[in-house]
């Protein structure tokens, strides 16, 4: 896929394709002219005229009666085009945080991704998907799907910017089950410098009747977390100029000699020559190719019956006029263009997720922290999956370490007491020492707050959580690991009766549960479940109460 720095604001057909012919020196051109024009003195040749500054580097081109571009030209959707043409840009390769969601009931597929460190476009994401389900007119509750939906395949589809309507619809990596509904997707378009060129797009109808078809273009400044979409290309003069120039030389193809300026084009031909430099194509050699549409005209053309036009235009105009007709903020954008990618300010952070919007599973370890954590942590970073670790004080004090790497990606840390003690068997006092106590070494340790705790063996009672006063975190799933039943029967006591909103129970002190954790997050991912932490899946504060799930 050739990548593009910037696309147009809707998609449009692709233009048909055929040789241009430039016509260099002379400027002799077939434009077709009024039916009243005079029939020329056979052998009679207009006098040379000197190239005036409105022209100058700026050529007619056509090719018969359908002028179009040649076939070495850039896509009719892109703009302009000076990133990387023989690579599409891969958002896991990038760092960016893949999603998935489906709903059937809504018929609505969304493929997208969060950017690290520019919440404004992961906010931007969640509206626009709030928006398609609020257009849907129905009540919404995330949904999840059997385990061979393949929704683990997640994140940005390369390409999908561009194709036609329908195919976004009806193909299965992006459209809702049936064909029909809505498809949201994106396209990462150009990586350079501190920037990334991300394409949203969405989709609603059916392959028979595309109803809509929104295409927006957003530009992040991924060391500022700003946000911008679209770009403002050009400068405001530019269309004018574009529009005097074809106009002239129209003019002169037409015979006239006149040297006089022309008439200021009204709005409806400013607005022509300003869509024309939107969609300019960008050959291999540089310049721009400007097609504009037939109805060029100007009163001048017409006083010598010459206008309008019947049939597309096409200029060809050298790059350093197209470089002076450049917006500053497109001159900043091709200055960076060529630089590499610089990578993300805060790769690896960790971006909370909406459970309101996608269906969410809360995966917990209790009793390490041990010597197969770091495993299951590069596990659940290459799954871009969250969790919630529920430590022992005093073990923890042994591995200052792996608390620290807990914390830096993004997990969660509960206290699971100094010693793992039963809090029931022991006074109030006692107990509530066990679970604070661990508490402010695990704070010490992570630098993060540690709000939750979870009783060992899940023994608690009213009068004890009075004592404690912090949320007690039960669990909705007990895989029993602790019985070593095999990765085959973790798998399935894990994935298959998850509901959204359900707490797992694990522990990350058993080699099997550590090995089967791969399996089991592309399981959960694979029915449509985004594996968070506990505050995740209570919307960010666990009730100071005993619970369970979500």
């Known amino acids: 896929m050739a990548s593009r720095l910037a696309q147009r604001s809707r998609v449009r057909p692709a233009r048909p394709r055929a040789l241009l012919l430039s016509l260099v020196g002379t400027l002799a051109f077939a434009v077709a002219l009024s039916a009243c024009a005079a029939e020329p003195v056979v052998g009679w040749r207009p006098p040379t005229v000197p190239e005036s500054a409105v022209t100058a580097g700026v050529t007619l081109a056509q090719a018969g009666a359908d002028p179009l571009i040649r076939d070495d030209t850039t896509a009719a959707t892109e703009s302009f085009a000076l990133v990387d043409d023989a690579r599409s840009f891969d958002a896991a390769e990038l760092g960016l945080a893949p999603h998935r969601l489906r709903s059937d009931a809504l018929d609505l597929a969304a493929r997208f991704v969060y950017v690290p460190g520019v919440p404004a476009f992961n906010e931007h994401v969640d509206r626009l998907i709030w928006a398609a389900i609020g257009a849907s007119g129905q009540p919404y509750s995330p949904e999840v799907h059997p385990v061979d939906a393949g929704l683990a395949d997640r ?62 273009t957003l530009y992040l400044d991924v060391s500022t977390g700003d946000m911008t979409e679209g770009v403002q290309e050009w400068r405001e003069e530019a269309p004018a100029e574009l529009w005097v120039a074809a106009s002239e030389l129209l003019r002169r193809q037409a015979g006239a000699l006149s040297t006089a300026p022309l008439a200021a084009p009204d709005a409806t031909q400013l607005a022509l020559a300003a869509e024309a430099l939107a969609s300019a194509a960008h050959p291999a050699d540089g310049g721009l190719l400007v097609t504009l549409p037939a109805g060029l005209t100007s009163p001048e053309l017409e006083g010598i019956g010459a206008g309008p036009t019947t049939v597309q235009t096409v200029l060809q105009v050298d790059a350093a006029i197209a470089d002076g007709w450049a917006s500053d903020q497109r001159r900043a954008l091709l200055a960076a263009a060529g630089q590499p990618f610089g990578g993300l300010t805060a790769a690896g952070a960790r971006m909370t997720v909406d459970c309101a919007l996608l269906p969410c599973v809360a995966l917990t370890y209790d009793d390490g922290p041990s010597g197969f954590t770091p495993e299951l942590l590069d596990t ?127 522990h990350d002190i058993h080699a099997d549960t550590v090995n089967a954790a791969g399996d089991i997050i592309a399981g959960l991912q694979n029915r449509g479940f985004e594996p968070v932490t506990v505050s995740e899946l209570f919307g960010g504060t666990v009730p100071n109460a005993i619970v369970r799930r979500g």
């Open 155 to 216: 994140g940005c589809v390369a390409g999908s910017a561009a194709w036609p309507a329908a195919e976004v619809l009806s193909r299965p990596e992006t459209g809702p089950v049936g064909g029909a509904g809505t498809a949201i997707t994106c396209e990462v378009t150009g990586a350079f410098g501190t920037t990334l060129v991300l394409v949203l797009r969405t989709v609603t109808g059916s392959a028979a009747d595309i109803t809509s078809d929104a295409l927006q």
């Open 380 to 506: 659940l970073a290459a799954h871009h999956a969250a969790a919630t670790f529920f430590m022992i004080g005093g073990t923890a004090a042994g591995k200052p370490d792996i608390v620290a790497r807990v914390a830096a990606e993004g997990h969660e840390i509960g206290s699971h007491t100094m010693n793992h003690k039963t809090l029931t068997k022991i006074p109030g006092a006692e107990a509530r020492a066990q679970v604070h106590d661990a508490a402010a070494l695990l704070r010490q340790l992570s630098g993060q707050p540690v709000e939750t705790y979870r009783p060992p063996y899940g023994a608690i009672n009213a009068e004890t959580q009075t004592a404690i006063d912090m949320p007690s975190v039960l669990w909705t799933i007990d895989t029993n690991d602790w019985q070593k039943p095999g990765q085959s029967a973790l798998f399935e006591r894990a994935v298959l009766p998850a509901q959204p909103g359900h707490i797992i129970l694990f």
